[in-house]
Every structure is written in C-alpha cells, then in structure tokens.
C-alpha cells in the first residue's frame, strides 16, 4: 500500500509543477530560447515512513559529466529527470559556484542537452541537442546582496552543425579552433536496397562474416570519427557538415570502429596540447577475427598530414589514450594478453617526441606493476609529473596518484570512508602544500554527487560535498545499518560480504534475506549505486541484502580475479553457498532468495540444480541457462572462448576470412576454422569439458524451488532464447515459475514504466515466496 500512495502522491504534485509549468511558459521557449514543451524537472517527493520505493528512487536527478569554468569559480554538470506517465527521461543543464551555492537551473529543454563544455574566455558553451553541435553566449550576473542567487543567462542560441546521422558525442581542441566529432557510417552488413533496387521496402539483413549483430542492434551502420574546423562566435551561415570534415578512419581499406562499440566514447580519443595530433584507441579488425581479440591498440593521428602510427602492444585492450598537459608523454589503460577482457588494467605511460615524420615513442613503462589492482580513468596533473586515476581497492573505489619518474603510488582518499570515488574532473592547487580535487562520489545510500576531496602535502584531510541534487529525496530516508562481513570460505580464505539491514532493524527479529549473486562475471561489488539493482531499496522492503564479493571480482587482485576463468560451476558457487549458510543461521534471518543478472543469472539458474534446500527462491534476470547455445548466439566470442575454459590468448590464422583460409579441425581438438577456441563446446580442453558438462540446462531434473525469469528482447549479449528455455525447463519439471519477458529492451531493462515494472515484479515474486 506505500508504494501506490507514495506513487500518489508523486504524481499529485508533479501534476502541480507541471500545470505551474505549463502557465509560466505560455510560449513553448523559456529566457534562453530553448523549446520547454516536454521539459521534465525536479520533482517534490513525500517519502512514507521513510522508506525508499520504486516510484520515489525513478524520481531522482542523475548527475553527470561536471565541467568546470575556465576562472575554476563554476561548474556546469548535467542532471536527467524522469517522467514515468511519459515514459521519458530529459537531461537539462545546471550550474553551481565551486563552493556549493547558487545551484541554478541553467536550461529548461524539453530536449536532452549533453556534453556542454566552455569556452576558453567562458563566455560561450557548446552542447549536443537533437544530435547536432548547438553553441550559445553564456553570461552571469552577480546577486545584489547576501543571500540572492546570482543569474545566468544564455543567448544567441545556435546550431552549428547539419549531420544527416546525428552526432553522439564531440571534443574540442586545446585552442578550440578544430572540433573531433563521432557519427556514423554504413557497415559491412547488407540490406535488400543494396543488393536489389527494386526492394526498397524489404526489411531483411545479409553477411558473409561475424559482428552482423552487437548487444541491442543489427549493426547497419558503426561509429567513425570526424575532425572539422570550429568556431563558437563563428559565421552564422556557415555550418559544419560532412562534406567540410575528415574521417580519421577514410585512408583505411576496411571498415573499422572509431570508437569501439558498443561501450566506447569520445573518452577513446584525446588532442594532444598542440592540437596537431589525436590519440585513440581502436582494434582495426573485422568479422571473426574481431569477434574473438580484443586487441584494441593506441594510434597517433596527424591532423594535417592525415598519417597514422601505432603504440603497437601486441596485446589485449589499450583503451583511454591521454597526453600529459606538457606534449611530452602519453599515458593509456592497458591489458597484456588478447582475448583475456579481465586481465589487470595497467596504467602505462611512454615518452614522445614530434619529428617530421610519426611521432617517436619510447621508454614505454607500466606505473601500475607494482600495484595490486586495476587502473581506471587516468588524469594528468598539471605539472605532467603524475597520473591520478581511480581503482577499486577491497570493496572501495578511491583516488590513487601514481609519479611517473619513480612509479610510487599513493593513496588519495581515505580507506575507511565508504564511498566509490570517480577520478577527479579539476585538480586546484592551493597554499603551503594544500590541494583540491573535484570529483564525483556515491555509495549504497545515495546516487552521484560532486565533491570536493581535500588534500594537505598529498594526504586525505576530508571532503566536502558540493552538489545536493537528491537531498530532498535522501532527507527523508530513515538510515540504514550496513556491515562488511567477512565470510570464510571453504578452501578458507576470507571474502568480504556487504550486509544491508532493513530500516530500525532488530536483530530480534526474523527477516527475509536476498543474496545478490553478481554479473561479469568479473566485477566488484563496492559502494556503487544503481537504479535496478539498488540494495538500498531492497532492504527498504524489508529484507536483509547479502552481498558476496565471490571469487571472480576485481578489488582483491588478480588472483582472485583469475580463479573463476575456466570454473564457473567451482569454487564461486561454494563462495555463495558459504555466504548464504553463514547468514541463514543468523536468527534474524529466516527465508531467503538468491537473485541475479547476467553471469548472475548463470549463477541462478546453476544454483537452482545444486543449493539442495538452501534457498526458498530464485530470480535469473538475462541469464546464461544453455551454456553450449549461449557459445553459437552471442557476438563477442573472447569471452566464452577464454573463459569457459580456453584459458589461452586469441590465436588466430591470418587467413581467416579470405577464400583461402583453413575449414573445420585442425586436429589438436582446440583450433577450428583457423581460429583457437579452447572454450568452445567442441574442445577437448578438460575446463572446457567440465565447463559444459555443467551447463545449466543438464540440471534442470535437479529443480524444485520457485523460479523468476527476466529478460530483454533485445539482449544480444545473452540472448532472449536462453531465459525462455529456462523458464520452459522449469514449468516442465512442475516448478513454480514465472516469466516476464521486455520486448524492448537489452540486456538492462532502460525505459522508465519498463523499470517500474521490472521492480513491482521483482518484489511480487519474493513477497510471495520469501515473507
């Protein structure tokens, strides 16, 4: 009854700011010239009983990509709200003095605006809306007295770029005069118009290779990278289109994507301080032999030359190229071995100098060898003596600086505070040794915030929060009790397991308990936030959540990381049945349901023919049920290949693909078609054996507790077929079950009444099984 009258009362009051909205903007334009009809903003909440609900989390803001102003006074950031009655979410600008006062509303859209950044003189912004580069005159007017707000204001509002397929994503160079941009080009994948003019209305699709799909879509058409010139105050009548830009990838014989999918961005692409050349990362491959490497590799693209050379690894990936602020390094993530898409992120850095010809890179060394964990989203310092990054580190995502003449690494935010920190976005350099990073944070309680960490001589001195986007929602929360447990396993080994209690919990009492078994399988369960598996708002309902860091995760070290490649069905599942036993004979925990995504799902529906009578119910959303289909429908084959029990790095015959290449077994009972596939249902690798003898789908006779099965249609990666074979399995064999299947929808479940549902399911099903 809570969660109608809380959705209720949301929706009351979001009526009254919409109706208030719609008399202040009789004109569909606000002050800056921006069309507001379909604009969604801030909504008031009132929370019952201060208990988070389904309806209340899809009611908060969700801040990204802060960008501070060129006087370091400012920061721009995004927020997206939702309205669940339109199905829709709207991503608006806001802006905010580094301190945290006046936090203002900069833009009233009802189109998404994106990827703002300033100008050099702050006095322009560009943006992304509708898919087009948009620049506006930004201006500020100081408040006259204590406590006013000061006021912005945003003019001459113009488009400035005419893309036919739309940009995703742009970067300005240093000097701004030259603008790199990603669209799209057709792909190697025919339809019937290309093949039979005639057929302008067909709707089929043909290949000769692999990739013909990728994670939620046919792959029509893949992402290239332009470079054109740039103006922010520029002529009006000129506007930047493809025919007066140049695709990086144009000198390439085949059809390569800049940048990868489907996860890459802009952030696979860096200026270097100059401006005469672009770093990135792409893995120049195609079809099966794409499908099986991951051997992206670093390019270094002369912008007036339009020549290539490559930081050649021979390797796994080498993601997020950056130049150092002085021209005279570049750093990148870097993973050692193909087709190992776990393998520990190294921060790499090489030294560079510009002659006539390609630039000479040498002295290339890894920062991070050292290091016991992974190195993510790399950040000069100004002085391009050190690296920041992030890294999850024992079930907490901090800070690190790594010094680039020695190698030494240190740790920048505290060890015990609980919170995953984002790498900082600013870096402000104060007196007598003093610092400040400005960077994003969240945790299990609250979703991204900007933050301000606070260092002296190098050391963690506290931070300070800047942004209060949520705080009318979090404000009236009741708090939550949460322990970090450590579990023994039983090849005794100590694992850290988050446990959420419910809101005034009272060990008194009996409780139903969720055990969370984790995707990746490779991730770490941390501090982070989401807004489908968010274990705040499962313990809101009244359930203890217990969150196994099992083998396989990545904040404890490589080796804990590694074990789980090749045993699947091994020691990660006794992990979770450790976790699971431990808890349950707890007194206040009575029934309890193990739930999860993807490689969670695996685990779902692998624990559903082994837990005996440890769980009372289950839930597989996405899940992998036929490990043997799971290898012949999905697209990026380094995954299984490696993982179900290859072990090997990717091997392949250079001539693959071609008329003349190798068909069918090599006879090592390991290569087929001239590819290495020691994962494959076919190997006669003895993980591999193992790996597939344990499948799911060979336990189903095992089954006899109640089942939930969720999936997207959409789902690529997993496909849809693997969750309605398991839910088949299960009516079948007369176990309770149910399937609620996304049409729509990938691997996540995106769209806003989807997501509702998703979760009323969710704890319909446990409410009837687990209370």
Known sequence: ???????????????????????????????NDFQTEGFIGRTAIEILDGKLTPEALLSYGRLSDPQVSPDGQYIMYGVSYTDVAQNKSVRNLRIINVDGSDDILLTQSGKSISNARWSADGKHIAFLMGGQIWTARISHKSPKADGESGKWTLTALRQVTSIENGISEFKLSPDQSKVMYISTVKSHVKQPSDCYEDLDKATAYTTDDLMYRHWDHTVLEIPHTWVADFKFNGNKEKTITIDNSSDILAAETELYELPTEPFGGIEQLDWSPDGKYIAYSCRKLTGKKYAFS?????????????????????????????????????????????????DKQRLMVADVKFGEAAPLVSNIRDLTAGFKYNAAGPVWTEDSRAICFNALAEGLQGIFKADVQNSSISRLTSDDQWYDYGSPFYIRKGENGAEQLLTTYCSLTFPTEIVAVNLKDGKFEGNVQITRENEHITSQLATLKIDD?????????????????????????????????????????????????????????GYVVVLPNRRGTTAFGQEWTEQISGDDPGLNMQDYLAAARELKAEPYVGKMAACGASYGGYSVYYLCGTHGNTFDAFIAHAGIFNEEHMYMTTEEMWFPNFDNGGLHECVIDPRVGTPEGPVGPAGDGVTFGGIKQGGSPWSNLPKAVRHYALSPHKL?????????????????????????????????????????????????ILKPQNALMWHREYFRWLDTWCK
Not at 11 to 31: I, P, S, W
Not at 297 to 317: A, C, F, H, P, W
Not at 714 to 742: C, H, K, T
Request: aromatic share 12%.
């Open 485 to 541: 447990r450590k579990v023994r396993t039983i090849d005794g080994k100590q694992m850290l397991t988050w446990v959420v209690y419910p809101p005034e919990f009272d060990a008194q009492k009996e409780y139903p308990s969720i055990l969370i078994c984790l995707g990746g399988p490779q991730g770490t369960i941390s501090q982070g936030w989401s807004y489908r598996w968010n274990y705040m708002l499962m313990a809101m309902q």
């Open 700 to 748: 189903v006779t095992n089954w006899h507790t109640p089942l939930m099965v969720i999936h997207g249609g959409m789902d690529y990666r997993v496909p849809v077929d693997e969750g309605m074979a398991a839910y088949n399995a299960a009516q079948m064999m007369g176990v309770p079950s149910r399937l609620l299947i996304f049409p729509d929808e990938n691997h996540w």
């Open 294 to 342: 991951t051997n992206t590799e670093i390019y270094l693209y002369n912008i007036q030359t339009r020549g290539t050379s490559v930081i050649d690894m021979k390797g796994g990936y080498d993601t997020d190229p950056l130049w150092s602020p002085d021209g005279s390094k570049i750093c990148w993530i870097s993973m050692e071995r193909d087709g190992y898409e776990a």
């Open 1 to 31: 009854m809570a969660n109608k009258q809380t959705w209720i009362r949301v929706t009351a009051v979001a009526m009254v700011l919409c109706a208030a909205a719609a008399f202040a903007f009789v004109m569909t334009r606000d002050k």
